[in-house]
């Protein structure tokens, strides 16, 4: 195992004591926010674990090796690589013939940190079907239905086709749990008019569910729905609006596939002044929190 996933001293010792850890994702650091924003909001993540009392592990590839846990330095080097690559699953067996760093996706960072043991992932948004295009899906579904891991986001990518999204995680029966929310949150915004499975209240509510998909030999993952706070939101007809205008320019553009993502988040903040930015901001960080408090409960389940 620490020969293929390099595991820093202070991870492998909280792993082995059964410290709450709570996984983070590296791909926003190199193709989510720009230069300095990327270290800042991954430092404020990591920052927001701790102050709930969890530690923190940021999963990323460095010079061709999975890596589970960045030191300060560390994130501060990959922030800065303008070359990283963007390391989707497929991108894994590659690494260490490409060298160099990479951003973890979703799906690569819930396999990494179930590889190594942490139970626990927060992220900002899923990705899911994209629109106007079904045939287009994130390798992040077919990760929540097979890695048995408790992922807290916002909700699916607001600029994704959420009915179809919602449709494949019921198809391979994910549960789409609501954090305080009787609705599947648009990531922006706090509503997206798709009822959640099950809506609860607290992190022990979500150990207990985890604890029993575990009793019960299931091996899909827990897609904890945490909307953005309140005071952070960007109206949905708002957010739909811009959306709108950002898909139009894209297809105008021809930009497609891996690149479609990156180019309609930015347009996005363009189109909002910001707003949606700061949106984006509050909700990883809000997930940070929730994902140290549920890492906490499934300690104490155990």
Known sequence: M?????????IAQGLAHGAPLVALESA????????PSNLEIARQMEEAVREQHAQPVTVAVLDGTPQAGL???????????RTAHKV???DLPLASLRGGNGGATVATTM?????????VFATGGIGGVHRGHPEDISADLPA???IPIVVVCAGA?????????LEYLETHGVPVIGYGSDEFPAF????????VDVRVETPEEVAQIARQRTELGLSTALLVCAPVPPADELPADEAEAAIAQAIAEAERRGIKGKELTPFLLAQLVQQTGGRARQANKALLLNNARTAAHIARAIVKES
């Open 2 to 10: 620490n020969q293929t996933i390099r595991i820093p001293p202070a």
């Open 28 to 35: 926003l650091i190199t193709h989510g926010f720009a230069p």
């Open 71 to 81: 030191s300060d330095e560390e994130l501060n080097r990959l922030a800065s690589d």
């Open 88 to 90: 989707s699953l497929r």
């Open 111 to 119: 396999y990494l940190a179930h590889r190594v043991g942490i139970p």
């Open 144 to 146: 929540l239905a097979s």
């Open 157 to 165: 990518k607001a600029i994704l086709d959420l009915p179809r999204t």
């Open 188 to 195: 922006y915004s706090r509503r997206s008019g798709r009822q």
